[in-house]
Structures are given as C-alpha cells and as structure tokens.
C-alpha cells in the first residue's frame, strides 16, 4: 500500500506528539511508500521510502500558507498514494476530503478523543473511523472499526527490579492542563505526607496553551509554597522509558470518558498502576481503579504498600495493544474499504 498520513507535528524532541515518530516508522514497516504531511516539521530520522512535507509552522508562515501548501501537496502527491489517514485531525478531512473522493482514494480518520469539534462533517468524508476503543470516539457511527491502541512495547520493556524505592517513587505522565487535573497529584502528595509515607512524584508533561502555561505557574508556586516533593519536568518520547522503569507506581487522573493509552505504557512496563478511568474496568484488576479523590488514590497506595506484589500485565499489553499490530489492523480496515 502506498499511504498519506496527514498529522500534527512530525518531531522526535516534541514532549507532546513524539512519539508519532515511531507509528511513521511502524507504517514504513508495513508499505511500499509513505508520504507524511504534518502542520510542523522538526527532527527525524525514517526509512528512505518515507517522505515528511510540512505544511510550515516551523517556519511561521501564515494560517493562508498552511492552506496553500496542504493543497499543493496533496495535489502534487495524488499518484503517490491510494489511501489516506488522518490522525487526530478532522479538518485535514474537511479540506481534503472531497477531492480524496473525486480521486477515489481510500480515506481513515484515527481519532481518541472526547472532544466533537468538526467531527460530523469530517465524517461524512471519511470512509472508516479508527479508534482505540468503542468509548475513545464520541459521535456514534457505523464507519467506527475499534483497533485498540498501538504501544511500542519494545520502546517500553518490562521493570526487571521490582524492589521499592526509598522514598517511594511515584510516577504520572500527562499533558500539564486543567483539564487533566494536575492539582489532584499536589493534594495526593499532601495526604500521603499526613500520613507519613516517603515519596517523590514525578509529573512528566508541559504545557501546550496559555492557559495550560499559567495553570502550571500557580501548580509550581503550590508545590514551592508547601515544599512538596514533587518534581514537574518535559521529556520526549525517547526520554520516557527510563523514568517508567525509575517508578513504583503510576498514577493516572481521568475522567475523559475513554481508554486513553498512557497507562498501557505502564502496564507495559509492569508498572503498578492507579487510574479513575472506568474505561479499564476488564484491563486493570478492580481495585486498581479508584474514586477520582486523592482520598482514594492514598488510600489504594497504602494498601499496595502493605503487599506490594509486582503486577504482571505486560503480556496483556503486548498481545492487544502492541504497535505493531496496531498498525497491521488499520491497514487491514483501510484495504477493506470498497
């Protein structure tokens, strides 16, 4: 299959969306070509039969540039590929879409969010939705093929010691916004103190909006103001496996409504993880989905610390949601498309 991937941001240093670097690679794996455009063009390193064309951000050019640009290469491109993905993107859909049908190309969205925004029209140009989950797409739709998430389990091997820290190290992965509430980890950090456990939490993420920049400033005079042991910090992609395999335990505050795929990179890693995501109800044993209080992520925290048995759930994760195969079923779905 020759395929164009249409996408954010194309940069292993991105703290955010490096890790499409490897879903790129992954897809080169399984294609005779791969044509990528992408809004931001930063560093990479991909197979020679992989193409990246930015639609110029990087550059700073104007919104009108973007426009012009996006269309001059999918244009120029049209006899490079048969089939299209979308990833995250609606609105590649709404501008593309009805010249993909004139050209009979094939056309995937993958999208795991709650958000709708653009949603219903993209649909109607897309010939299949892909999601990593029946919950991870909030607009019903027949065109929904659930895939289950891509993890690069070999990017994040399994923990081989399973000895706990002193202090205990506690681990959370996520964007710094609101909406992720990020606060929640400051007041569990604040009870376990109360209650006399050692720890250190590690908050891995960055901001992406104005917003998510000032609501970090009022977390960090928090964290100084009441000297908690917690450290907030940016990392890529490449950086995230030693830190997984640094922790004791992983905590994860959701209430997204959808099988978001950071703690399977926890599982993957054998991580022992804490979520409020129902959405792992099956995934993850009972008792490792909490209340969505600080209350209860202590109280299960405590509970862990008076047996701390090392969770096996790596196999789990390598059999469902491996990248790999991950890739194997959108391409699979995107060729059955008649």
């Given at each position: 299959m020759k395929l164009l991937i249409l996408t954010q941001k194309v940069d292993t240093n991105d703290d955010n969306l490096s890790f499409f670097h490897n879903w790129i690679a992954a897809f080169a794996g399984q294609c005779e070509r791969v044509s990528?455009?992408?809004?931001?063009?930063?560093?990479?390193e991909l197979?020679?039969?992989?193409?990246?064309?930015?639609?110029?951000?990087?550059?700073?050019v104007s919104r009108l540039r973007y426009i012009w640009n996006f269309y001059r290469y999918i244009i120029a491109l049209r006899h490079?590929?048969?089939?299209?993905?979308?990833?995250?993107?609606?609105?590649?859909?709404?501008?593309?879409?009805?010249?993909?049908?004139?050209?009979?190309?094939?056309?995937?969205?993958?999208?795991?969010?709650?958000?709708?925004?653009l949603l219903r029209p993209a649909l109607f140009f897309a010939d299949l939705v892909l999601s990593g989950s029946v919950d991870s797409f909030p607009i019903p739709t027949k065109k929904l093929a659930v895939t289950a998430h891509g993890i690069d389990t070999d990017h994040f091997p399994s923990k081989t010691d399973f000895a706990l820290h002193h202090p205990l190290a506690i681990?959370?992965?996520?964007?710094?916004?609101?909406?992720?509430?990020v606060e929640r980890t400051l007041a569990i950090s604040e009870l376990l103190r109360e209650r006399g456990i050692d720890h250190h939490i590690t908050i891995?993420?960055?901001?992406?909006?104005?917003?998510?920049?000032?609501?970090?400033?009022?977390?960090?005079?928090?964290?100084?103001?009441?000297?908690?042991?917690?450290?907030?910090?940016?990392?890529?992609?490449k950086e995230l496996p030693a830190y997984y395999q640094a922790a004791d335990i992983f905590i994860n505050h959701a209430n997204v409504g959808a099988l978001n795929k950071v703690p399977l990179q926890a599982m993957a890693t054998n991580l022992y993880v804490l979520t409020s995501n129902l959405s792992y109800k099956g995934i993850l044993p009972e008792g490792n989905?909490?209340?969505a209080t600080p209350n209860a992520f202590v109280d299960a925290i405590a509970k862990y610390l008076k047996d701390p048995v090392p969770p096996m759930s790596?196999?789990?994760i390598c059999k469902e949601h491996n990248l790999t195969t991950l890739i194997g079923r959108i391409l699979g779905e995107i060729k059955q498309v008649t």
């Open positions: 990528v455009i992408c809004l931001y063009e930063g560093a990479h197979p020679a039969h992989v193409r990246v064309y930015s639609l110029g951000k990087e550059q700073r490079e590929y048969d089939a299209v993905l979308v990833h995250m993107n609606p609105e590649y859909l709404i501008l593309g879409g009805a010249l993909w049908k004139f050209w009979k190309k094939r056309v995937g969205l993958w999208y795991t969010h709650k958000s709708k925004r681990l959370s992965d996520t964007r710094i916004s609101r909406s992720k509430h891995l993420g960055g901001p992406i909006t104005e917003d998510d920049m000032r609501y970090k400033e009022a977390l960090s005079r928090e964290i100084a103001l009441k000297k908690l042991p917690i450290t907030v910090k940016s990392v890529t992609y989905i909490v209340v790596r196999d789990s």
